[in-house]
């Protein structure tokens, strides 16, 4: 089982950068494949970023290419790096870990969320 709690959403303007933070329980968590995905009110989740177990291979949605970072350390924990911020990218941010490989895109497990609102 591993839990995953998500921090660092905020109310921000556009143009500005954010830092979101995954922290995960599992003790065994190189084994797992991390990813960012969001969820925009009326609107279905969707992928935003997925980290590979050692953290070589990154994938990005198009509409963030270029703008945000996936990354982890050994400490645990997930970051999602947010540049160049658009009212587009209001959602709701939720960090997961999955046993498949970071290009399935397929998680097993999920965080509460945070709340990340840019304003124009």
């Known amino acids: 089982q591993v839990q995953l709690v998500e921090s660092g959403g905020g109310l921000m303007q556009a143009g500005a950068s954010l830092r979101l933070s995954c922290v995960a329980s599992?003790?065994?968590?190189?084994?797992?494949?991390m990813g960012w995905l969001r969820q925009a009110p009326g609107k279905e989740r969707e992928f935003v970023a997925s980290?590979?177990?050692?953290?070589?291979?990154k994938y990005y949605a198009d509409s963030v290419k270029g703008r945000f970072t996936i990354s982890r350390d050994n400490a645990k924990t997930a970051y999602l790096q947010m540049n160049s911020l658009k009212p587009e990218d209001t959602a709701v941010y939720y960090c997961?870990?999955?046993?498949?490989?970071?290009?399935?895109?397929?998680?097993?497990?999920w965080g509460q969320g945070t709340q990340v609102t840019v304003s124009s």
């Open positions: 980290i590979s177990r050692s953290g070589g291979l």
């Open positions: 997961a870990a999955g046993s498949s490989t970071a290009l399935s895109r397929v998680f097993d497990y």
């Open positions: 599992a003790p065994t968590f190189s084994r797992y494949s």
